[in-house]
């Protein structure tokens, strides 16, 4: 039995067990911490609002995420082909990123009003800053020798960004991808709980003010679970995309 494929259901089995053990033992009120069959019993009661609510923040989730992934790339390159670029845009970059996106959000529902729209694109502001900051991290530090090269043997500027420093710059974007997905699903959930009439966010707050905590607890654990699965999504295309950037028999 391979225990590297069956660790990571073992350790969640044993921590769901551990975590009933606890609540039983102590005996906590179900309005404090839930026990997870408690949980679960939740999930098949609500079944359909929480399958309903999940769709709708993973379609807001992937959406954001594909936008992030589309200009975060475009303005990785561009950022990344000229040092003067990237002295110029990398301090505004942070500073933007620098804003709490919770703060963003009523903006966001003054110009295009309550609903899916604030959503997606708050997953994509949250997503975006990674996937550039990789990107031109990638290309920006091509080795000085290595441009030197080139440069000696009649290369362009062009063909050092095409021929080297984009392949190069490719770990780092896939690699990105693991972490901008997972933002994501942050910037979504942030925007269904201020100014969204569905989703997990707004389905939990619902919850909230009825003080139905397993509901809620419900909620976060279908957000786990879809975060988990396009989390191994991204990193199985990683791996298809750049397997040549790991070593064989290297740790992952």
Known sequence: MD??????????????????????????????????????GAIVRYWPAIWTNSLQTLFTTVAGFLL?????????????WSKS?????????????SIPKVAVVPILVIWFGIGTV??????????????????A???????????????ALGASKWDVMTKVGIPRSMPYFFG?????????????????????????????????SQFNVPLVFAGLLMLAIEGIVMYALMA????RMTGWAHRSGQPR
Do not use: C, H
Not at 68 to 80: D, S
Not at 85 to 97: E, K, S, V
Not at 137 to 151: M, N, Q, S, Y
């Open 3 to 40: 225990w590297i494929k069956v660790a990571p259901w073992a350790y969640t089995i044993g921590l769901f067990v551990l975590w009933e053990a606890a609540v039983r033992l102590f005996a906590m009120p179900v309005y404090i911490l839930p026990a997870p069959s408690a949980i679960f």
């Open 68 to 80: 992030a992934v589309v200009f975060g790339l475009g303005l990785g390159l561009l950022v990344g």
């Open 85 to 97: 670029i990237y002295a110029g845009l990398y301090p505004l970059m942070i500073g933007f990123n």
């Open 236 to 239: 199985l295309l990683e791996m």
């Open 176 to 208: 990105s991808l693991k972490v901008a997905i997972t933002l994501a699903f942050v910037g979504s959930v942030v925007s269904e709980t201020i100014a969204a009439n569905s989703g997990l966010g707004f389905m939990m707050l619902s919850a909230q």
């Open 118 to 135: 604030p959503a997606i694109l708050t997953a994509f502001l949250i997503a975006f800053f990674p996937i550039v900051v990789n990107v």
């Open 137 to 151: 991290t990638g290309l920006a530090t091509i080795e000085p020798e290595t441009e030197d090269v080139l440069r």
